[in-house]
Nanobody, 128 residues
Framework: DVQLVESGGGSVQAGGSLRLSCVASTPKSGTYCMGWFRQAPGKEREGVALIDNGYRPRIIYGDSVKGRFTISKDYGKKTLYLEMNSLKPEDTAMYYC?????????????????????WGQGTQVTVS
């Protein structure tokens, strides 16, 4: 009943920028928390950024992306964004969008362990 579709990935040189989008298709009403995660080959999935459902949403960033990435959300368009600047080769990964209608936690580890979240199929980002 919930589909998340990511787009915007691609190949870019170090120092470049990309903007990822994630569109939520769902008959569910209400507001929800969303986030971006990434997984590089041979590594575990890690949290990139989370945004809650507040009017002035609380935002959490992973340490490795602070100051370079910006998460934002447009409820009207049911779209989540990730603006990525000053990209580094170590940012290369499959990037996944996730959503949680309960907004139970703003901790990356909870999202990674929970079975209550919805996940997209991912979009590849390659930085060379």
């Amino acid at each position: 009943d919930v589909q998340l579709v990511e787009s915007g990935g691609g190949s870019v040189q170090a120092g470049g920028s990309l903007r990822l989008s994630c569109v939520a298709s769902t008959p569910k009403s209400g507001t929800y928390c969303m986030g971006w995660f990434r997984q590089a080959p041979g590594k575990e999935r890690e949290g990139v950024a989370l945004i809650d459902n507040g009017y002035r949403p609380r935002i959490i960033y992973g340490d490795s992306v602070k100051g370079r990435f910006t998460i934002s959300k447009d409820y009207g368009k049911k779209t989540l964004y990730l603006e990525m600047n000053s990209l580094k080769p170590e940012d290369t990964a499959m990037y996944y969008c996730a959503a949680d209608w309960t907004c139970a936690s703003m901790e990356f580890n909870w999202w990674l362990r929970s079975s209550r979240n919805y996940w997209g199929q991912g979009t590849q980002v390659t930085v060379s």
